[in-house]
């Protein structure tokens, strides 16, 4: 069993073909999908295309867009959070490779989605690019630390390690399958299996062998292929490894 734990298919790249490539991807041995509403803006098509068999929600603002968190849009959020397909609030985090939002705004708005997650219960999904140190800084001052994962994960072992011991466990995305992708090897070497989870963050990302491409959420495979080939395991220990992960993270019930 396979589950892609972080897909963005609501993205207007799957127009044209969105059923399509979810029945491509269910008949290719996903068993779930989580879909990302990350935008307000995409919230609503979220919430929709979640009312399928087999696809969860969640939602959150995402740094690029801190500067849309207000009254209103919380308020927005908190009422799709507490929909029962929702599993998790995400993408919420830092970006200091685009910083589309100013850093003050971003840690602002990541802590007070944070303080939501504990205050509701329900686990995290953290998007943190460029932006490591600062990431940690917040993490180790928060009062409570809700469960979660460091989503598409691009740290060092030490950031890994210590992310870990809060209590997170790691997305692993298509970079892994990169040529040059020595330092998420390492982590994903010297990481136990219970710790990770593969995501696709279709459309982008491709991994290698569709690199360039359109992601989709049957490319999930390729994540796990290389998982079990850094690791010395099996394909399919692998893929039920992190299948059962993501179930017991995002307490995910069909
Ligand atoms: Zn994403």
């Excluded at 919380?74 to 850093?103: F, Q, T, W």
């Amino acid at each position: 069993m396979l589950i892609d734990s972080h897909a963005h298919t609501c993205d207007e790249k799957f127009d044209n073909d969105r059923e399509e490539t979810l029945a491509r991807a269910f008949a290719g041995g996903v068993k779930y999908i989580i879909e990302v509403g990350c935008e307000p803006e995409s919230w609503d098509k979220v919430f929709e295309l979640s009312r399928k068999e087999n696809v969860f929600s969640m939602f959150g603002i995402h740094p690029q867009d801190a500067s849309k968190f207000n009254e209103a849009s919380l308020n927005r959020m908190k009422n799709l959070l507490n929909d029962k397909k929702c599993v998790a609030v995400g993408e919420i985090g830092l970006d200091y490779h685009y910083e589309y939002s100013p850093k003050n705004v971003q840690k602002e708005v990541f802590i007070k989605q944070m303080e939501l997650a504990v205050e509701i219960n329900k686990p995290v999904s953290i998007h943190c690019r460029s932006a490591y140190e600062d990431m940690l800084k917040i993490l180790r001052t928060l009062n409570k630390i809700p469960k979660g994962v460091i989503h598409c994960f691009s740290g060092n072992l030490n950031e890994a390690k210590e992310v870990l011991d809060m209590g997170f466990l790691i997305g692993i995305d298509g970079p892994c399958t990169y040529p040059k992708s020595d330092k998420l090897k390492d982590v994903i070497a010297n990481v136990p299996i219970n710790k990770l989870l593969v995501e696709t963050d279709c459309p982008y990302l491709a991994p290698q062998l569709f690199r360039g491409q359109r992601n989709e959420p049957s490319y999930v495979a390729e994540v796990a292929k290389k998982i079990a080939e850094v690791k010395g395991m099996q394909f399919e220990e692998v893929c039920n490894a992190t299948a059962a992960n993501t179930v017991n993270l995002f307490n995910l019930r069909s």
